[in-house]
């Protein structure tokens, strides 16, 4: 390949502003005449326009000489600058013809001169800027005579003007070797071993690791005990000599055991953390290992930067999976980390420490958790507190208690006292609490009477509905006690009151006039200003707040119309009639039991009726739950046969539901450790290796990463066959084969960038010029790198690229036209290109959420699709996976394959990358008199419209049938 002809081919270290283009560039001549000039404000546009021209390709020959005689003398600093970046980009040799060496030019001696004259100036600013410049000169012949120079500035008084030289003999050294400098190691040593600033000897020692690695060993062993001093970029050059040494060779790892080890007590957090890092990929040794951990945990909680907590956790999580037991030595100093404001970092924290308790610190821990659980009640009663997501956290927090239950049962004794607090709560932790009571009570039975007792006691402060509905379903179930039976049904009936739940009409109208005067209301009067003037003030003057309403809760959840809870009611007062018989109850209590729940019963069923809410759909199936019951209470032959179902099955099957969970929990947890084992271990912060960019002459016994696997291993891909099927199906012909431009385009879509390759090929025998591909876009996508102005030659061809920001998921589209001229005939053409058509499914990955999360979204968000089911689809299984694959959603309501019945309800959830949340219900009902055809209806909402609207195609264009398997 021949040399380039100028220094514009070969790199350009820089960029400057557009600002002097802004009335268009001056002439050659006009520049020439400018830089002429006295005032340096000329000379110094003049050069900035000589620049810019020479980087759009330019020659401008006479401007060398205009600049070495009026230019290179001056003292203002700025014009010194522009000179050097000018010195960086004009051509520095004479056009050669083939087969010859090139020349350098003539003028490029009186530079040399005015270069050295820079290196040589009283000024330390004005040397050590000059050897900075020359870090980026490339040409033997310049670099040459300026070496004794550089190397005196190496005894220079001043350090900026020794670190500056030390950089410029490692970049000589670098390029030329022993053509330049054949001492050049020596020399380092020499300096090295006399420097004092820390700046010089970091360079000095990056010159020794690259250029003479035996000479930075031998410094290192003889000034081990000092390292410590040379600041934090010497240290982080250290670690880069060890990694790159025990690499090649992992014998030499006792060498450097000692300063890794000194290293780990660093005050930089960055030579710390590498150093821990470093001592662990070079070692598995429990001391080690621990040692690293210790410094792990360190940073965890005397770090300010979130960023830095979160890397750590991640580094800890690492360590998790091969040395266990030395983290749960450390588990205390980890859970530290909770009290970091971020909820993100106290999650990580709780991730890290929930798989590390063991019996021996578990009583630590969840007194740790329950001191941090009552820090969140204190946030909330302080209303100008801004604690870190308090919910949310308490959320976190009763989980792992829950955990720690579940794994020890000896501490869910302890636990209830404090999570019992938690059950009035309507944030959603109440409900996380009551069900840890559900199972808790079903899975060590002594511990039932004390979380029954207490139950009981809490049931009026209960004020949410689906936790007294749970809390209902475990007193029906468990209390098997005379005691505790008869206070808990005492308790209920206390609840509910009179069985008459209907407001009579004189109350109501009370209670909206009590409303309608509790309502703020609006005075309006004129006022004297103190200068006299007159204005109009208006108050608002608000009522004093009505006195609370002493009702029950309960009494008051379905006085409000919850058909649920009054069946919930019914049910477990039925259980509790039918169990007094067996536990010793007298027969006249039993009998006043089952009038009054029959009373209970009969008056929830009536004001069902009357009262309109969204459960009203459901009425009849409760009323027919109710009807069950009250025969259970009143047919003799109906309870004989409805009692064992009604006493022991609903515990059967509970406890059957949570051995599945235990195993599903097992076998996640077997499965994650099988993904770990088998994955892929690089890290996202490793480097990637490029052969093409790596220097060819590899040092001897250095091993060499850059082998066909690289990539892979950077990114866990190891399936190549079916990378070029998945390109070609991203390939969009935008124009057509017999038009003058073919063209087509490969997106790649990168989260919040599509990038885009058009491939244009002139199928014309004349050259296209200025030929232009124009974009523009519909949706939430902007172009941040529109195609440039091309010209392609006859039947030639070239790929041109753009970039387009995405901010949102919604379906767009990419259309545009191609423009052109015709360099024959001067005519312009003009190309309009087919639409690229931007599908959703680019941008929706699966994700989890609680079943709580989803119903509090699904009533938060206002946007809703509705789509009606027409398929060819028979099966309602198969139905369900077809739609959960095609929209790559996770179903989170489990369903049993082997079941088979007429009607099929799933929650489906997915969550986008710019972190936007899509709720789908799909309600799917095989109907008898349809010919065996599905039919009902898939709802899809979302906070914002575009992925309502298109999740909504998608499902249209996607539910007709299976893909057709070929």
Same mark, same amino acid.
């Given at each position: 390949?021949?040399?380039?002809?100028?220094?514009?081919?070969?790199?350009?270290?820089?960029?400057?502003?557009?600002?002097?283009?802004?009335?268009?560039?001056?002439?050659?001549?006009?520049?020439?005449?400018?830089?002429?000039?006295?005032?340096?404000?000329?000379?110094?546009?003049?050069?900035?326009?000589?620049?810019?021209?020479?980087?759009?390709?330019?020659?401008?020959?006479?401007?060398?000489?205009?600049?070495?005689?009026?230019?290179?003398?001056?003292?203002?600093?700025?014009?010194?600058?522009?000179?050097?970046?000018?010195?960086?980009?004009?051509?520095?040799?004479?056009?050669?013809?083939?087969?010859?060496?090139?020349?350098?030019?003539?003028?490029?001696?009186?530079?040399?001169?005015?270069?050295?004259?820079?290196?040589?100036?009283?000024?330390?600013?004005?040397?050590?800027?000059?050897?900075?410049?020359?870090?980026?000169?490339?040409?033997?012949?310049?670099?040459?005579?300026?070496?004794?120079?550089?190397?005196?500035?190496?005894?220079?008084?001043?350090?900026?003007?020794?670190?500056?030289?030390?950089?410029?003999?490692?970049?000589?050294?670098?390029?030329?070797?022993?053509?330049?400098?054949?001492?050049?190691?020596?020399?380092? $040593?020499?300096?090295?071993?006399?420097?004092?600033?820390?700046?010089?000897?970091?360079?000095?020692?990056?010159?020794?690791?690259?250029?003479?690695?035996?000479?930075?060993?031998?410094?290192?062993?003889?000034?081990?005990?000092?390292?410590?001093?040379?600041?934090?970029?010497?240290?982080?050059?250290?670690?880069?000599?060890?990694?790159?040494?025990?690499?090649?060779?992992?014998?030499?790892?006792?060498?450097?055991?000692?300063?890794?080890?000194?290293?780990?007590?660093?005050?930089?957090?960055?030579?710390?953390?590498?150093? &821990?890092?470093?001592?662990?990929?070079?070692?598995?040794?429990?001391?080690?290992?621990?040692?690293?951990?210790?410094?792990?945990?360190?940073?965890?909680?005397?770090?300010?930067?979130?960023?830095?907590?979160?890397?750590?956790?991640?580094?800890?999580?690492?360590?998790?999976?091969?040395?266990?037991?030395?983290?749960?030595?450390?588990?205390?100093?980890?859970?530290?980390?909770?009290?970091?404001?971020?909820?993100?970092?106290?999650?990580?924290?709780?991730?890290?420490?929930?798989?590390?308790?063991?019996?021996?610190?578990?009583?630590?821990?969840?007194?740790?958790?329950?001191?941090?659980?009552?820090?969140?009640?204190?946030?909330?009663?302080?209303?100008?507190?801004?604690?870190?997501?308090?919910?949310?956290?308490?959320?976190?927090?009763?989980?792992?208690?829950?955990?720690?239950?579940?794994?020890?049962?000896?501490?869910?004794?302890?636990?209830?006292?404090?999570?019992?607090?938690?059950?009035?709560?309507?944030?959603?932790?109440?409900?996380?609490?009551?069900?840890?009571?559900?199972?808790?009570?079903?899975?060590?039975?002594?511990?039932?009477?004390?979380?029954?007792?207490?139950?009981?006691?809490?049931?009026?402060?209960?004020?949410?509905?689906?936790?007294?509905?749970?809390?209902?379903?475990?007193?029906?179930?468990?209390?098997?006690?005379?005691?505790?039976?008869?206070?808990?049904?005492?308790?209920?009936?206390?609840?509910?009151?009179?069985?008459?739940?209907?407001?009579?009409?004189?109350?109501?109208? &009370?209670?909206?006039?009590?409303?309608?005067?509790?309502?703020?209301?609006?005075?309006?009067?004129?006022?004297?200003?103190?200068?006299?003037?007159?204005?109009?003030?208006?108050?608002?003057?608000?009522?004093?707040?009505?006195?609370?309403?002493?009702?029950?809760?309960?009494?008051?959840?379905?006085?409000?119309?919850?058909?649920?809870?009054?069946?919930?009611?019914?049910?477990?007062?039925?259980?509790?009639?039918?169990?007094?018989?067996?536990?010793?109850?007298?027969?006249?209590?039993?009998?006043?039991?089952?009038?009054?729940?029959?009373?209970?019963?009969?008056?929830?069923?009536?004001?069902?009726?009357?009262?309109?809410?969204?459960?009203?759909?459901?009425?009849?199936?409760?009323?027919?739950?109710?009807?069950?019951?009250?025969?259970?209470?009143?047919?003799?032959?109906?309870?004989?046969?409805?009692?064992?179902?009604?006493?022991?099955?609903?515990?059967?099957?509970?406890?059957?539901?949570?051995?599945?969970?235990?195993?599903?929990?097992?076998?996640?947890?077997?499965?994650?450790?099988?993904?770990?084992?088998?994955?892929?271990?690089?890290?996202?912060?490793?480097?990637?290796?490029?052969?093409?960019?790596?220097?060819?002459?590899?040092?001897?016994?250095?091993?060499?990463?850059?082998?066909? $696997?690289?990539? $892979?291993?950077?990114?866990?891909?190891?399936?190549?066959?079916?990378?070029?099927?998945?390109?070609?199906?991203?390939?969009?012909?935008?124009?057509?084969?017999?038009?003058?431009?073919?063209?087509?385009?490969?997106?790649?879509?990168?989260?919040?960038?599509?990038?885009?390759?058009?491939?244009?090929?002139?199928?014309?025998?004349?050259?296209?010029?200025?030929?232009?591909?124009?974009?523009?876009?519909?949706?939430?996508?902007?172009?941040?790198?529109?195609?440039?102005?091309?010209?392609?030659?006859?039947?030639?061809?070239?790929?041109?690229?753009?970039?387009?920001?995405?901010?949102?998921?919604?379906?767009?589209?990419?259309?545009?036209?191609?423009?052109?001229?015709?360099?024959?005939?001067?005519?312009?053409?003009?190309?309009?290109?087919?639409?690229?058509?931007?599908?959703?499914?680019?941008? @929706?990955?699966? &994700?989890?959420?609680?079943?709580?999360?989803?119903?509090?979204?699904?009533?938060?968000?206002?946007?809703?699709?509705?789509?009606?089911?027409?398929?060819?689809?028979?099966?309602?299984?198969?139905?369900?996976?077809?739609?959960?694959?095609?929209?790559?959603?996770?179903?989170?309501?489990?369903?049993?394959?082997?079941?088979?019945?007429?009607?099929?309800?799933?929650?489906?959830?997915?969550?986008?990358?710019?972190?936007?949340?899509?709720?789908?219900?799909?309600?799917?009902?095989?109907?008898?008199?349809?010919?065996?055809?599905?039919?009902?209806? @898939?709802?899809?909402?979302?906070?914002?419209?575009?992925?309502?609207?298109?999740?909504?195609?998608?499902?249209?264009?996607?539910?007709?049938?299976?893909?057709?398997?070929?």
């Amino acid at each position: 390949m021949p040399a380039p002809k100028n220094a514009n081919e070969t790199y350009c270290t820089f960029t400057l502003a557009s600002d002097v283009t802004a009335g268009g560039l001056p002439s050659e001549e006009e520049i020439a005449k400018q830089l002429e000039s006295s005032n340096d404000e000329d000379k110094k546009f003049a050069l900035k326009a000589c620049i810019m021209a020479m980087l759009g390709g330019e020659a401008m020959p006479r401007i060398l000489m205009q600049v070495i005689r009026f230019c290179i003398n001056s003292n203002d600093k700025q014009l010194k600058k522009l000179c050097m970046l000018y010195w960086e980009v004009v051509p520095k040799y004479q056009e050669a013809a083939d087969g010859e060496p090139r020349k350098m030019l003539p003028e490029m001696l009186l530079v040399c001169n005015a270069l050295m004259n820079d290196l040589t100036h009283p000024n330390e600013y004005v040397r050590g800027s000059m050897l900075r410049f020359l870090c980026k000169v490339k040409e033997e012949e310049i670099l040459g005579p300026l070496m004794p120079s550089i190397k005196a500035c190496l005894e220079h008084r001043h350090s900026y003007v020794r670190k500056n030289a030390a950089l410029a003999i490692f970049h000589a050294h670098r390029l030329y070797g022993e053509a330049l400098l054949p001492d050049a190691p020596e020399i380092m $040593a020499a300096f090295l071993n006399n420097e004092t600033d820390i700046s010089a000897r970091r360079n000095a020692f990056l010159m020794m690791l690259n250029e003479a690695e035996e000479l930075a060993i031998q410094f290192l062993a003889t000034h081990l005990d000092q390292v410590g001093e040379y600041g934090d970029g010497f240290l982080l050059l250290v670690l880069e000599l060890t990694r790159r040494v025990c690499r090649r060779d992992p014998a030499q790892k006792s060498r450097f055991v000692r300063v890794l080890f000194q290293m780990l007590g660093s005050d930089s957090a960055a030579v710390s953390y590498e150093a &821990a890092w470093t001592l662990v990929s070079l070692s598995s040794a429990p001391t080690a290992v621990r040692a690293a951990a210790v410094t792990y945990t360190h940073l965890l909680n005397s770090s300010q930067d979130n960023n830095v907590k979160l890397i750590v956790l991640e580094r800890l999580e690492d360590l998790k999976a091969k040395h266990n037991k030395i983290l749960q030595e450390l588990l205390m100093d980890i859970l530290r980390g909770l009290a970091s404001p971020n909820p993100d970092i106290c999650q990580k924290v709780l991730e890290v420490s929930m798989d590390i308790v063991t019996s021996r610190n578990v009583a630590e821990v969840v007194n740790v958790l329950k001191r941090e659980v009552g820090k969140t009640t204190a946030a909330d009663s302080n209303e100008t507190s801004e604690a870190k997501g308090s919910q949310t956290y308490r959320a976190l927090l009763v989980k792992a208690i829950h955990g720690c239950a579940v794994k020890f049962p000896h501490v869910a004794e302890s636990v209830v006292d404090v999570l019992m607090d938690f059950l009035s709560f309507q944030d959603g932790s109440g409900m996380q609490v009551i069900i840890l009571f559900r199972a808790i009570v079903e899975q060590y039975p002594e511990l039932r009477p004390t979380i029954l007792s207490k139950l009981i006691n809490v049931v009026d402060e209960i004020a949410s509905n689906p936790v007294m509905c749970v809390c209902l379903w475990i007193l029906g179930e468990y209390c098997e006690e005379s005691g505790n039976l008869t206070d808990a049904y005492d308790a209920i009936m206390e609840q509910l009151g009179e069985a008459n739940f209907i407001i009579a009409p004189d109350e109501a109208a &009370a209670e909206d006039e009590a409303a309608a005067t509790a309502a703020p209301k609006m005075i309006t009067k004129n006022v004297v200003l103190a200068d006299g003037t007159y204005a109009t003030q208006t108050v608002y003057s608000e009522a004093p707040k009505p006195e609370v309403s002493n009702m029950p809760n309960l009494r008051k959840m379905l006085v409000g119309g919850d058909v649920f809870l009054g069946t919930l009611v019914a049910s477990s007062l039925t259980k509790m009639c039918l169990r007094a018989e067996d536990v010793g109850v007298a027969a006249a209590t039993v009998k006043k039991w089952t009038v009054d729940s029959l009373l209970m019963m009969c008056a929830i069923v009536k004001v069902a009726e009357v009262t309109v809410n969204a459960q009203r759909s459901s009425l009849s199936d409760c009323t027919e739950r109710m009807t069950l019951c009250c025969r259970a209470l009143l047919d003799p032959k109906a309870k004989e046969l409805l009692k064992p179902s009604l006493l022991n099955d609903g515990k059967a099957t509970f406890a059957t539901f949570l051995a599945s969970l235990k195993q599903d929990d097992k076998k996640a947890g077997e499965d994650k450790d099988g993904d770990a084992a088998a994955g892929p271990t690089t890290q996202a912060d490793d480097l990637i290796h490029f052969r093409q960019l790596r220097n060819m002459a590899v040092q001897g016994g250095d091993v060499d990463l850059d082998d066909g $696997a690289d990539l $892979a291993r950077a990114t866990g891909y190891d399936n190549a066959g079916s990378l070029l099927e998945s390109e070609l199906s991203h390939v969009y012909p935008l124009s057509g084969f017999a038009d003058p431009v073919y063209a087509e385009a490969l997106v790649t879509v990168h989260d919040y960038d599509i990038v885009l390759e058009i491939l244009v090929i002139n199928r014309t025998p004349n050259t296209l010029s200025n030929l232009t591909v124009e974009l523009s876009t519909m949706g939430d996508m902007k172009i941040v790198e529109r195609p440039q102005a091309h010209t392609i030659g006859p039947l030639d061809q070239m790929t041109i690229r753009a970039s387009i920001k995405v901010s949102s998921t919604e379906t767009g589209h990419i259309f545009g036209t191609i423009v052109y001229e015709d360099s024959s005939t001067m005519e312009k053409g003009y190309i309009n290109l087919n639409d690229i058509h931007m599908d959703i499914m680019d941008y @929706i990955r699966p &994700a989890f959420c609680t079943d709580e999360a989803f119903r509090s979204m699904w009533a938060e968000f206002e946007w809703e699709n509705k789509v009606a089911i027409a398929t060819s689809i028979e099966d309602l299984q198969v139905f369900l996976n077809h739609i959960v694959t095609s929209t790559n959603m996770t179903c989170l309501t489990p369903h049993d394959p082997k079941e088979r019945g007429s009607f099929l309800a799933a929650n489906l959830y997915a969550r986008s990358v710019f972190g936007e949340d899509a709720l789908v219900n799909v309600s799917v009902e095989k109907k008898d008199d349809n010919d065996g055809k599905l039919a009902g209806y @898939i709802r899809i909402r979302s906070k914002t419209q575009g992925i309502a609207l298109s999740l909504g195609d998608r499902i249209t264009s996607v539910q007709r049938g299976l893909p057709d398997s070929n």
